[in-house]
């Protein structure tokens, strides 16, 4: 759809696209490219259209482009506003955005400027360079972590973020090290195998640059990659240092029809994997110092060897598919392999995309809550504009290939597997099925796709260049599902009794048991008093156990969905009384088991009554069981 609204743009809106553009930044000077470079001219029509018209209709308050080839900044623009009050236009060289996860890329770069001396050998041991630190990463799966696996994201751990990725005040940051130690996640799966995205574990490259070099990471940074590539608008350091604090773009969102400022993002307990602050002609810098080899005005921050060992493809889940690079990622665009980074906050949603073969870099980032999918359609639709490639053969399966041992449902592995953050992951997920004339189908809340077989567990879309892939286990069984240009995280398949669909099944009925249960407790109340000892004291069990549970689980839901954004600072507090009921529920349940017995033991009551207060019990160990996959029996923070 991005396409057909660029192509609007320029067809009926160009004159007022440019004089947008035109009043909204302070115009900066095109640079010539030169050999077989683009246009300049071609470049700023392209943006000019396609990012004024989505500014527009995506409620996005800003963005910044800065685009670079052969050596040269051929493009810098700023787009809309960098305050919520309209009064200061984004300045491509002076307003700081913050680029999020693109800043693992100074991260890596910092790495690899540790191998290249000698000091840091990507194959050993992390726990090599951790003394003195207080973390130690656990043996498991019959090996080590090693600083490979994290600039892979194969290090294996699980994932998480609410209540210390992010801090609320300037008044909770701690210095590196502490809150990590506080928050080490579990390992769930070997180190090397199917790639998860971590947060943590670069923020550990970020321990290790601190402690092999002997001082703080944003000093190392500082003085090993901003001052040598005259990045003066650029900072980890949270506080921004007062020189350039002023110039910092307010993240924003759009309420009730207003632009609202939502204040600083503190990330700096996790500095090394998003805390950057930079401007877009420093990030500029940033591209060109890597296309060129690790120099930049004479100034080298990579030799030019390391420089292209960075640039490899360091681990693949497939051969089919792109991999990960030295901490970038590889990706493919109308045939071209591009090595990239995306960035996320809660604001501010950014691309560094890297074209080796055409020496050319695209940075893209806005500061708004909604330009999540603006900066990856606007780089597709400028590589689909200036490198078009060739046209996609399409594809037809073959009648009775047998694509069953694929079928089934997946689910994404970058989640918490240990804590109650394991319920993020109830949602989305994958379900793949074989059509009867032979083509793979994966469905998602995005819709239905088909594919078509290539060979080797790799399967082609029938009209794109969009590829996918499996992965098997040492028996030969398929374990995983590969996506296409996201070599950061794959799918596991899970078991049916794992499904949301079938854990339904089991909550579903519980529920309206439990509801039942309740309103027919109070609604015959003298009845039940009037019962024998033995089933009057079974039935009031199994009422106060309903109850526990209907209070919980609608609680849950309001004190999560009334969360909002907040919740990343950390669990409601309502949240720890609310945990209480299900280990209520959970005592009720046994001392119900223990009744059914004796009511089955001694023959109390009818067969009827016993056989419904046995059913209540079961389904009442089956939500228990339920709540305890998801992490909400007890309190798992």
């Known amino acids: 759809m991005i396409r057909h609204l660029i192509a609007a743009c320029a067809a009926l809106a160009l004159p007022l696209c440019a004089a947008q553009a035109q009043d909204d930044a302070p115009p900066s000077p095109l640079l010539e490219a030169h050999q077989s470079g683009l246009d300049p001219a071609d470049i700023a029509l392209f943006f000019d259209s396609a990012v004024a018209t989505n500014l527009a209709e995506n409620d996005i308050p800003g963005l910044v482009v800065t685009v670079v080839q052969n050596g040269e900044l051929v493009f810098a623009r700023g787009y809309g506003h960098a305050d919520a009050a309209q009064t200061r236009p984004v300045d491509p060289a002076t307003t700081l955005f913050r680029p999020g996860s693109v800043s693992k890329l100074l991260t ?67 210095p590196l090290g502490e809150v990590m130690l506080e928050h080490q996640p579990a390992r769930v799966r070997p180190a090397g195998y199917a790639a998860s995205y971590s947060n943590w574990a670069t923020s550990l490259a970020g321990v ?29 350091r949270e506080p921004l240092p007062g020189d350039i604090a002023a110039d910092m773009s307010e993240g924003m969102m759009r309420e009730n029809g207003e632009t609202l400022d939502q204040g600083f993002e503190y990330i700096a307990n996790f500095g090394p994997a998003g805390a950057l602050s930079a401007s877009g002609t420093d990030m500029a810098r940033f591209m060109l110092a890597h296309l060129n080899g690790g120099e930049l005005d004479g100034e080298r921050i990579l030799s030019a060897e390391t420089a292209a060992l960075m640039h490899s493809q360091l681990y693949t889940m497939h051969p089919g598919l792109p ?72 594809l037809t399966p073959e009648v009775g290939t047998d694509l069953s041992e694929y079928a089934g449902i997946y689910r994404f592995n970058r989640h918490s597997y240990t804590t109650l953050e394991k319920i993020t992951a109830a949602g989305g997920g994958l379900t793949i099925s074989a059509s009867e004339d032979g083509a793979l189908l994966v469905s998602s809340e995005a819709g239905t796709r088909r594919y078509v077989a290539l060979g080797d567990d790799v399967f082609r879309s029938y009209d794109s260049e969009a590829r996918i892939a499996f992965m098997r286990d040492e028996t030969g069984a398929v374990t995983h599902y590969v996506p296409w240009n996201a070599p950061i995280f794959a799918a596991y398949r899970v078991s049916p009794m794992e499904t949301l669909n079938t854990q339904l099944l089991i909550l579903g009925p519980a529920l309206l048991i439990f509801l039942n249960l309740v309103a027919g407790t109070l609604v015959h109340w003298r009845r039940v008093f009037a019962m ?73 009551g009818s067969v009827l009554a016993r056989l ?26």
């Open 108 to 174: 890596w770069t910092a790495v690899m400027q540790l191998v290249e001396r000698g000091q840091l050998d990507l194959n050993a041991d992390v726990n090599t360079y951790l003394d003195g630190t207080g973390i130690e990463i656990p043996e498991a799966f019959g090996g080590p972590v090693t600083m490979a696996h994290i600039l892979a994201h194969t290090g294996g751990f699980e994932d998480g973020a609410v209540g210390f990725l992010f801090a609320d005040e300037a008044e909770d940051l701690r």
């Open 208 to 236: 290790i640059i601190a402690n092999i070099s002997g001082t703080d990471f944003e000093t190392y940074i500082d003085q090993n990659i901003l001052e040598p590539l005259a990045m003066t608008q650029s900072s980890f």
């Open 323 to 394: 991999g990960m690079a030295h901490g970038f990622f590889e990706q493919e665009y109308n045939g071209q392999r591009v090595i990239s980074h995306g960035g996320d906050t809660l604001w501010f949603h950014s691309n560094l995309v890297l074209v080796p073969d055409h020496d050319l870099g695209v940075y893209i980032s806005t500061n708004g809550a909604e330009g999540a999918a603006l900066r990856g359609d606007v780089f597709e639709a400028f590589m689909d504009t200036f490198y078009p490639g060739e046209a996609v053969e399409l």
């Open 532 to 604: 024998n000892g033995m089933q009057k004291l079974a039935r009031l069990n199994v009422f106060a156990l309903g109850a526990t549970q209907l209070i919980f689980v609608g609680g849950l839901a309001v004190v999560l969905s009334s969360a909002g954004t907040e919740i990343v600072f950390g669990w409601p507090p309502a949240l720890t009384t609310l945990l209480a009921f299900p280990v209520i529920g959970a005592v009720l349940t046994l001392t119900g088991a223990v009744l059914a017995f004796r009511l089955w033991s001694r023959g109390d």
């Open 612 to 637: 419904r207060y046995s059913a209540v019990i079961l389904f009442s160990t089956g939500y228990l069981a339920v709540l305890n996959y998801w992490n909400l029996l007890g309190w798992k923070f």
